[in-house]
Structure formats: structure tokens, C-alpha cells
């Protein structure tokens, strides 16, 4: 099912995704989880089962009538990432800056400070008084359901409450110039999120999906969640060794090629740019430069 957080009245709510453009709020089921932290963290399999069965609620909103924010506006911590995760979009760094290394033997993780999500719709800056190379990275976020501690590989997949699609948004010239990422990565704004979560049920595991983005309406990134170098069962195994990975927590998994770092200087985002970055099966998170 597809989970959403919107605006109707002032009010922040939760809701479910049904045919014909509509939203069941979570209250309308009885449900009285008040943001979608609350409802990863705190639902159990009985909530969810009733949260599938949604659609025969009455209880309606239209889509049309509300506004869609980002489905985790607030996330509880920084975003765990993974970077070079994917062999084409390592060999397009590589070729940036001797700055990226890495990518096949050991996972590189780093993390990205959230303060809000921008939705799809929203604006982001170009921050032209500190940079002039801002970069999108299209990336499939994994959303875990409840704590991880020292789990084995192959347990993963129960640990998985859904996924969404998260534009991993990097300062190439702070990045580089810091010779770390978290700075250039974690700009306000820097972290768009959405348009939903579709709970892990909806896919086959791991998923395999198209992800790419597009920038004012041109192709630029064109891959498939399948072909990361570190899988999902791998990443959390591997985080979860000696660190608790609490209810909550998004990973963003890596992009594919055709980032603007790898396409020239005059790639780079620009006040009015228009990027979009899509995953199958989950939908477009769609944000504009200022």
C-alpha cells in the first residue's frame, strides 16, 4: 500500500492511498498514530492488516483537496547512505575527483542531516553564494520498521517496513573541497523525499526496480535497483554489527550513472531547473532550483 502525509486544515495527518485519487486517513480506521514516525515505530501487524483493507473505508478525502508533504517530513535521525553503490556511477566519480574511491570491497557509508524534507513540488536553493556545482542523485531509500541489532543477512527483509524515493542532493565543490561528504550533502533543503511510502509488501525482495531522474524533462539517470555492488541485506547486516539501526531509520542505497558530475560543468543545477527522479512501482518526487 502506498502511505502518505498530507496537510488538510491546517492539520498534519496520515493516510492511505486508495483508487480514484483518494486518501483514507488513518484516524478515519481508528488508528490514532499522529505522524508517520509514529505509525514505523509504533504499529503493529494487526494496524497493518487494517490499513490494508482501507479501501473500504468511506471515509475519503481527495487527493486534489490536500497537500501532499514529504511522507517522513521530520526524520528522526541523519539518513544513513551508501555512496558509489552502483559499478557505472562509481566509474563517473572517479573520473570527477580522485575524492571517490571505493565502492566494490567495502560499502562507504556516510550520513546527511535532515532538518525538513522538501515534498514533491517543493523548492530547493542553488545556495549560489556557496557553490556552483549542486548535483542530484536519484536513490531508493529503505525504510526499517523496528530496531536492528546484529542481524543476520538473511533476516533483513523482516526488518524492512517499506521504501520511498529520495534525491540525495550534493554540493560536489563542498565535498570535494572538505575531503568529507556530510557538509556538501546536508545543505537545507538538500534531502527531498517522497511522494510516498509503499510498504515492503508491494515488491518482490530484494526489488528490483527502474530508477532515474530527468532534469527539465531530459534523461539523465536510467538504472535499476538491481544492480547495486551492496545490497540491501548486506547494508543493514553489515550497519547493524555492533550498532543499533533504531525504528525509523532511512538508508538511502546509492545511485546509478548520469549524475551532472559526470556529464560536464554546464550540468550542474541552475535557478528554475526542474528535476525529477522516479522508481517504479513508487512514483516521481519532482523539485524546482531557486
Given amino acids: 500500500m502506498k502511505l502518505v502525509t498530507f496537510i488538510k486544515s491546517g492539520a498534519e495527518q496520515v493516510g492511505v492511498v486508495i483508487p480514484g485519487e483518494k486518501i483514507v486517513p488513518i484516524k478515519a480506521l481508528g488508528l490514532g498514530f ?7 515505530c509504533n504499529s503493529t501487524p494487526e494496524d497493518m492488516k487494517l490499513l490494508s ?13 490536500v497537500q501532499i508533504i514529504s511522507p517522513i517530513p521530520r526524520p528522526l ?10 559499478t557505472e556511477h562509481a566509474k563517473e566519480a572517479g573520473a570527477y575527483s580522485d575524492n571517490f574511491t571505493g565502492g566494490k570491497e567495502k560499502a562507504i557509508y556516510f550520513s546527511k542531516r535532515v532538518n525538513e524534507a522538501v515534498p514533491h513540488g517543493g523548492k530547493v536553493s542553488c545556495y549560489q553564494e556557496l557553490t556552483s556545482k549542486v548535483d542530484y542523485e536519484a536513490e531508493l531509500a529503505v525504510i526499517l520498521g523496528k530496531d536492528a541489532y546484529n542481524v543476520r543477512p538473511e533476516d533483513v527483509r523482516n526488518y ?11 554540493s560536489r565543490d563542498l565535498q570535494t573541497g572538505h575531503k568529507q561528504w556530510y557538509f556538501g550533502k546536508s545543505l537545507d533543503g538538500f534531502c527531498p523525499i517522497g511522494p510516498c511510502i509503499v510498504t515492503a509488501d508491494e515488491f518482490d525482495y530484494p526489488p528490483r526496480l527502474r530508477i532515474g531522474s530527468t532534469v527539465n524533462g531530459q534523461l539523465r539517470q536510467d538504472g535499476n535497483t538491481g544492480d547495486m555492488i551492496h545490497d540491501i541485506d548486506e547494508i543493514v ?3 547493524s554489527r555492533g550498532m543499533t539501526l533504531k525504528a525509523g531509520t532511512i538508508i538511502a542505497t546509492g545511485t546509478p ?5 559526470g556529464m ?8 528554475g531547473d526542474v528535476i525529477n527522479c522516479f522508481i517504479e ?10
Fill in 53 to 65: 483493507g482501507a479501501c473500504q473505508c468511506g471515509d475519503t478525502v481527495d487527493i486534489s483537496d
Fill in 264 to 271: 560536464g560543468e554546464d550540468h550542474f543545477l541552475k535557478p
Fill in 34 to 40: 499522529t505522524t508517520m514516525n509514529d505509525l514505523i
Fill in 237 to 239: 547486516s553489515e550497519l
Fill in 281 to 290: 512501482g513508487i512514483g516521481d518526487l519532482t523539485i524546482t532550483m531557486y
Fill in 160 to 170: 524492512v517496513f517499506g521504501y520511498t524515493v529520495l534525491n540525495d542532493m550534493t
Fill in 257 to 261: 550513472k548520469g549524475v551532472a558530475m
Fill in 77 to 86: 535521525q541523519d539518513v544513513l547512505c551508501l555512496g558509489l553503490n552502483y
